[in-house]
């Protein structure tokens, strides 16, 4: 079936370093993927999306990265802070829905 | 400008009532979409609506689920006879044109049944 996962489900960085969310998608299919996070007891807050006509697309200290011969999407964030601390979801887009992965938790130490 | 409202935030129900959950979209969206959420699990797809018409209700349940939006008013999601199993978060998002466009969800309304 369909389906968007991810390789790791925590990942803890120090304050100041790069984080990068990976995320694997098996609906070909799809064309539009979304990074959204979500912080303890809110709704995903939109982060960044790309379309399947792009390999590459930056945001203010995000970057996602599409790879359309394997599948595969990944966040990137320069010089993580610990209000990026936040679980981190995928979501592909292939029709009238969005499939989402189960979610990265970042961890922010000082 | 005020993004997309849920109410109640909180809902606690015994089982065999109940829930009503309600969506009010960003001004100017006229698509919503719900959404399930587990503990620890990712958002599940249940219904895309647009004002008076069920687009894609794939992801529902058929029964007990029902989902409407109506030409004024919020988007409502009822949950009848609610038993433990549907205790979960459920997310509201709405989009301008469609649902091949940014999302923007809402905070959620967390259902607890006894």
């Known amino acids: 079936g369909e389906s968007v996962g991810l390789h790791l489900p925590t990942l803890s960085v120090q304050e100041g370093d790069n984080s990068i969310i990976n995320c694997a998608y098996s609906?070909?299919?799809?064309?539009?993927f979304i990074w959204y996070k979500q912080e303890s007891g809110k709704g995903p807050q939109f982060i960044i999306d790309i379309r399947s006509n792009m390999d590459k697309r930056q945001g203010q200290r995000v970057t996602v990265l599409l790879n359309k011969t394997v599948k595969h999407l990944s966040l990137q964030i320069a010089a993580t802070q610990p209000g990026d601390s936040a679980v981190y979801f995928c979501?592909?887009?292939?029709?009238?829905?969005?499939?989402f992965g189960t979610g990265t938790r970042l961890q922010v130490f000082p | 400008n005020a993004g997309v409202m849920q109410n109640p935030r909180h809902l606690v129900r015994r089982r065999g009532q109940e829930a009503r959950l309600r969506c009010s979209p960003m001004k100017g969206h006229s698509h919503v979409y719900w959404y399930r959420q587990l503990p620890e699990e990712g958002l599940k797809f249940m219904v895309y609506?647009?004002?008076?018409?069920?687009?894609?209700e794939s992801g529902m349940p058929k029964e007990r689920f029902s989902a409407e939006f109506p030409k004024e008013g919020p988007s409502i999601l009822r949950i009848q006879q609610v038993v433990r199993g549907d205790s979960a978060a459920y997310f509201c998002?709405?989009?301008?044109?469609?649902?091949?466009?940014?999302?923007?969800f809402g905070p959620g309304t967390r259902l607890l049944v006894l």
């Open positions: 609506l647009q004002k008076e018409n069920i687009i894609d």
């Open positions: 609906n070909s299919a799809s064309d539009y």
């Open positions: 979501a592909e887009n292939p029709t009238d829905k969005l499939i």
């Open positions: 998002a709405s989009s301008r044109t469609g649902p091949r466009e940014t999302q923007y």
